[in-house]
């Protein structure tokens, strides 16, 4: 994996303006990985996919993540400061695969194709339950093949833990701790929509010091993005003090 230039992250985030996320993880990992086709890029699983995110998100940004969340019982904002290390799960070795009450069922991870594939059900219990059949391999009743409608609750309770204790990088909480009332809660971590809001802001403020630098010595856009953030500092200090 390499680091973006700024004018990689420019284009990336014009390309994933208006995109879902599913997209936006991908392209960034298509101009990180340029040996890694798009194909075997969207057949990461999903917690693969985030663990290859939050390295790139190091390279660019650092490992120091500040964040902020509000408590859901007092209302008090407070200010998160973590490592990507905190929240770098290893992907336990697991076997894909369950055999509960006569039934064995082999699977895989749910990636992001099957996250495209299920982008136009409006109805969430639909396409949940469309991802999950999707990740089935083979699902078998005293060794005969059956449909995966006919799988009991249990068995699919047995493949759902499965997956996510093969993929924990896949969903990520943090457990907080409000200072103000002592209230304990968890929220999800989601690595794409942070990343995408940092790049989002790095964007504005990149395409402003763009302005500012041309506007004042003519400069284009490419040679003005190849200087590193320490010059384009400089010069903007010179300009406006
Ligand atoms: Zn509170």
Avoid at 158 to 179: N, S
Avoid at 219 to 225: G, N, Q, S, V
């Amino acid at each position: 994996m390499r680091s973006l230039s700024a004018a990689e992250l420019l284009t990336i985030w014009e390309q994933g303006s208006g995109q879902p996320n599913r997209h936006r993880a991908l392209l960034l990992l298509a101009a990180a990985c340029p040996q890694t086709s798009w194909q075997q890029l969207a057949q990461l699983s999903l917690g693969q996919r985030d663990a290859q995110l939050l390295s790139l998100r190091e390279q660019i940004m650092g490992s120091e993540i500040v964040s902020v969340a509000t408590c859901p019982h007092c209302g008090d904002r407070l200010e998160l400061t973590l490592m990507t290390d905190d929240i770098r799960l290893s992907a336990a070795d697991l076997p894909l695969a369950v055999a509960v009450a006569g039934y064995q069922v082999q699977f895989r991870l749910p990636n992001s194709e099957d996250l495209a594939a299920i982008a136009d059900q409006p109805d969430l219990a639909i396409a949940t339950q469309h991802l999950f059949q999707r990740c089935l391999l083979s699902v078998k009743q005293l060794s005969q093949p059956i449909e995966a409608a006919e799988l009991p609750a249990a068995v699919i309770t047995a493949i759902l833990t499965q997956m996510e204790q093969a993929d924990p990088q896949a969903d990520i909480r943090l457990a907080l701790d409000c200072p103000t009332c002592q209230h304990q809660w968890q929220v999800a971590f989601d690595v794409v929509t942070f990343f995408w809001a940092e790049l989002n802001a790095l964007a504005q403020r990149l395409l402003q010091e763009v302005h500012l630098l041309a506007s004042a010595y003519g400069w284009h856009e490419a040679d003005i993005l190849a200087l590193s953030p320490q010059r384009r500092q400089i010069y903007l200090e010179m300009i406006y003090g």
